[in-house]
């Protein structure tokens, strides 16, 4: 884990807004977070993330170049440990302000859904 990994963990766990799904007004985000987030372990979430949607729709990337460089995205995408540095951070913002997704950032995941009947948000999960 590098430095700028652990500062992110950090300032997520004292900036994120939402914990067990409280304040959160889209009823599909709120769904994911009182069944899937809650219920399982950050290890074996992306499994459960997996069998909610369906594998064949969930795809798993490492970090921000390799998101960027997909060219049709499946439904949910999972980018597993997000931000190793400021640049990743910066690509990713640049990345999601011209992309319609709604994205959960968990604690080392960001959870991606491309849906376009979903309005644009983003959200900050404590698991």
Known sequence: MTFYQLYTRLRHAFTAAHWRGYAVHSPMMYRFI???????????????????????????????PELLALDS????????????????????????????????????????FFDPKLQKQFFRIRN
């Not at 809650?38 to 969930?58: F, H, K, Q, S």
């Not at 999972?78 to 968990?106: G, N």
């Open 34 to 64: 009182r069944e899937v987030v809650l219920p399982n372990r950050r290890r074996t979430l992306p499994a459960a993330i997996a069998d909610r949607y369906g594998a064949e729709n969930v795809a798993a990337v490492g970090s921000v």
């Open 73 to 112: 995205p499946p439904a949910v995408v999972l980018l597993r440990e997000p931000f190793r540095s400021a640049r990743e951070r910066r690509e990713f913002e640049a990345w999601y302000a011209q992309t319609h997704v709604v994205a959960a950032h968990l604690q080392g995941l960001v959870v991606l």
